[in-house]
């Protein structure tokens, strides 16, 4: 028998939906709130473990049909600014499940789904919805709704994000998202000619990762140092930084680009911050799982993994024997030490990359980084 009943996620974006999922499988009853209609961002990779927790949750083909499989050592593969092979050390090999280490997927095919997957599993997801307040009992929670109704559940989560309401009732001002340095530009360019490899292109502290998608396409993802946050970038201004950091460049592929960044381009930028939340992640039963508990850069291509490791772990833990409370420590001893490390590697290659550290040294972090994270979650 599961632990709890019913549980409200509050949220509908990957930590949220895999969550409603892994509970939904478990025979948990999940109303899922999301208060956006599409999710932000244009592609995310997927790799390592978070990979088997989507096949665990028998969404891998859906999964993969949607997305573009590829080896970590093609996905870290470094450029100059002409294009030639920066030499580093090897990644991880692959693994000996015959499962994909990463897939590379545009951010609403991701989306869709896992909506179907949480759907499937007996979720109701409803959009345009969060709460306004939640009101905590001995064995129960009651959230208000921002249509003004009133419901009660076992469980509450929050996986609403880095600028999480649900972290803020329970939380409060303890745990604040910190500005990295860093405001990302993200493109997806289509019709761009196979003229070159994709990867990581330096140019001093100017850095553009590269990827295909299962389209063709390809997904631009390059940052900026600013010393505090730049606030709203025009639709001109975002294009006029991802010019600028292309036009650093002589490789082939990314003149490609260029030539086709036209008015029309559509840039979507986001400031990178970043937190982590203290162990444990709950107060009472209220809890928070993704980046609402652990928020970090993109250069350990690891954030939504471990949105999907939280999810699935969740999954495990309220679906075995004991109580509410022994479930959520078990499931914190499972995911604090893990997410902490995803944090901490990330931001400390961020800072590598600001004050141009060199590429082979910052890709042996990664890799050392990788290996561990191939350990069972």
Known sequence: MPTINSALIVGGGIAGLTAATALGRQGISCDVLELHGEPAGAAITIQN???????ELGLFDQFLASGLARAQQDIFRHFDTAGNPIPTAPMPPEPDSG??????IRRTALARVLREGAEAAGAVVRTGMSITGLTQHADSVTATLTDGSERTYDLVIGADGIRSVTRNMVFGDEVVPQ?????????VVDDVPDVGQLGFYHAGTVLNVTARLR????YLATGREYPSKPGRFTPDAARRVIAEHLEAFSAPLLRAMRERLTDDARIIVNDYDWLLAPDPWYRGRVLIIG???????????????????????????FGADGTVEEALKRFMKRRFDRARFVVETSIELSDMLMRGAPTAEMNDLRGRALVALKSPY
């Open 99 to 104: 499962l994909p280490q990463a897939v590379v």
């Open 179 to 187: 500005y990295t340095g860093t405001t990302m530009f993200r493109w």
């Open 215 to 218: 389209d063709g396409s390809i």
């Open 291 to 317: 980046d609402a508990a652990h928020a970090t850069t993109a250069l350990l291509a690891s954030g939504g993994g471990m949105a999907i490791e939280d999810a699935a772990v969740l999954g495990q833990e």
């Open 49 to 55: 473990r978070a990979v088997d927790a989507l096949a």
